[in-house]
């Protein structure tokens, strides 16, 4: 049984940290490409960030850029997410997701449609 379980999510003021974890069991965690990706309420499914297979390429969606940094610990199963200078348009539930083929690969999976497992979710509210 595939399961990506997301944790860490709760209620922050603008301008504070918080760090999301991801656990992942039931497939090769080292064969996929990770990545996050959140969504508010009527709003479409955003691209967050993405690391390949072995951590080392990271790649970050234009609107957290230089804030949030993403990396992941093979030996654990287990990706993370550090997310600082939070903003109230961070507020969203984030999403774990693990895509298999980029092992080796240049390209960085962004699209949801990329993705073959997915979480169910992790709350983030910042507060101004």
């Known amino acids: 049984q595939v399961l990506l379980v997301e944790s860490g999510g709760g209620l922050v003021q603008a301008g504070g940290s918080l760090r999301l974890s991801c656990a992942a069991s039931g497939f090769t965690f080292s064969e996929y490409a990770m990545g996050w990706f959140r969504q508010a309420p009527g709003k479409e499914r955003e691209f967050v960030a993405a690391l390949s297979y072995s951590g080392t390429r990271t790649h970050y969606g234009d609107s957290v850029k230089g804030r949030f940094t993403v990396s992941r610990d093979n030996a654990e199963n287990t990706m993370y997410l550090q997310m600082n200078s939070l903003k109230p348009e961070d507020t969203a539930v984030y999403y774990c997701?693990?895509?298999?083929?980029?092992?080796?690969?240049?390209?960085?999976?962004?699209?949801?449609?990329?993705?073959?497992?997915w979480g169910q979710g992790t709350q983030v509210t910042v507060s101004s």
């Open positions: 997701a693990a895509a298999l083929g980029y092992s080796g690969s240049a390209l960085m999976p962004v699209t949801v449609n990329q993705y073959d497992y």
